[in-house]
């Protein structure tokens, strides 16, 4: 995760080996306590591993995109303000500055904490676990709702 502002405008740029961490570790630990009948971990069948860079980077094109949605009023007149690459998913906004640095920093966390939320969602989704994939996608939808209450902000003209 990572903010730059330059010339009246925020980037929000996420890299992916980042987020395949977060989701490996998550998804892994899930998949400890997924037991068979013989009370055996799953960790191969639901755990992430390499093998699936794949699929993490298609669920986190598709989550990045959707995310990016919400911020898209204050992104009017920057060019390739997204971009969804197999490396990295970055939205750049206009920078009006008229909030605050530390409600910056929440969106930037709730954004990271949505797109890793929205592929274990997805993942669990895929693999018909349904209550991690719903107590995921419940997860997803309050950084949503977090990330267009706190944007409220940064969509604000600073007065002078």
């Avoid at 390499?50 to 995310?67: F, L, P, Q, T």
């Avoid at 690459?85 to 009006?96: G, L, P, Q, Y």
């Amino acid at each position: 995760m990572a903010i730059t502002k330059t010339l009246g405008v925020i980037k929000f740029s996420y890299g992916y080996n980042d987020i395949f961490d977060q989701v490996n570790l998550i998804s892994n630990d899930i998949a400890e306590t997924i037991l068979n009948d013989e009370k055996i971990p799953q960790t191969d069948e639901y755990g992430l591993s390499e093998d699936e860079k794949y699929s993490v980077v298609r669920m986190m094109k598709h989550g990045a995109d959707e995310i990016f949605r919400k911020l898209l009023k204050i992104t009017n007149g920057i060019s390739n303000s997204v971009v969804l690459s197999d490396t990295v998913c970055e939205c750049s906004i206009k920078d009006k500055g008229a909030y605050n640095e530390n409600v910056l920093q929440a969106i930037d966390r709730l954004i990271e904490e949505a797109i890793v939320n929205y592929i274990i969602k997805d993942w669990f989704t895929d693999k018909m676990v349904k209550d991690h994939a719903v107590n995921y996608t419940a997860k997803y939808v309050r950084n949503i709702q977090e990330i267009v209450k706190k944007s409220v902000q940064l969509r604000k003209p600073t007065l002078t």
